[in-house]
């Protein structure tokens, strides 16, 4: 089975730092887009970052972009969010989210606070 | 940015009521639209992509329609595990989802 599993959420001051990461098991990761997607309490999801497979096609969206940095590992089967510059509008709920366009599969999504 | 639209925002129906959500976009997304169910506390789960493409595994009472600014996502039969909060994603630029329609209990 497709198991995603994100960690490293946590509450942290405006202007700090956090990365999240992603462990990947039960299909071949090196052969799949990922992309991290939040949702704010209450509200849809946004897309935040997407990496192609084969790590040549890299876009953020406009809210996060030159702050947050998506990359991969696929050795160790893992996907990363470095988050810089937090801010209070960045508290959600962060999925990993596997495929191209319209992910198939997602992870159960590590909170991210954002709070003095 | 393509901003997707969804009406209603929030929908009250019967076991066995015929459901209709619509879903439009700002600029055209040819047939580049996926379609989600959520429910509280859990990650969104595909159910339609290419506007009308099931996902496997997912009851044929759902159904989806639709191309360029305007989709339909339909169930024909409302059953006890489908009320949840449903959305559409548009991935022709981008990608940016709909605001979400709620699906409750009349």
């Known amino acids: 089975d497709v198991q995603l599993v994100e960690s490293g959420g946590g509450l942290v001051q405006p202007g700090g730092s956090l990365r999240l990461s992603c462990a990947a098991s039960?299909?071949?990761?090196?052969?799949?887009?990922m992309n991290w997607v939040r949702q704010a309490p209450g509200k849809e999801p946004e897309w935040v970052a997407y990496m192609s497979a084969r790590l040549n096609t890299i876009t953020y969206a406009d809210s996060v972009r030159g702050r947050f940095t998506i990359s991969r590992d696929n050795d160790r089967q893992s996907l990363y969010l470095q988050m810089t510059s937090l801010r209070v509008e960045d508290t959600a709920v962060y999925y990993c989210?596997?495929?191209?366009?319209?992910?198939?599969?997602w992870g159960q999504g590590t909170l991210v606070t954002v709070s003095s | 940015d393509i901003q997707m639209t969804q009406s209603p925002s929030t929908l009250s129906a019967s076991i066995g009521d015929r459901v209709t959500i619509t879903c439009r976009a700002s600029?055209?997304?040819?047939?580049?639209l996926a379609w989600y169910q959520q429910k509280p506390g859990k990650a969104p789960k595909l159910l339609i992509y290419k506007a009308s493409t099931l996902e496997d595994g997912v009851p044929s009472r759902f159904s989806g329609s639709g191309s360029g600014t305007e989709f339909t996502f339909t169930i024909s039969s409302l059953q006890p595990d489908d009320f949840a909060t449903y959305y559409c994603?548009?991935?022709?630029?981008?990608?940016?989802f709909g605001q979400g329609t709620k699906v409750e209990i009349k």
């Open positions: 039960g299909f071949t990761f090196s052969d799949y887009s």
């Open positions: 994603q548009q991935y022709n630029i981008f990608r940016t």
């Open positions: 600029q055209s997304v040819s047939q580049w």
């Open positions: 989210a596997r495929g191209e366009g319209f992910p198939d599969s």
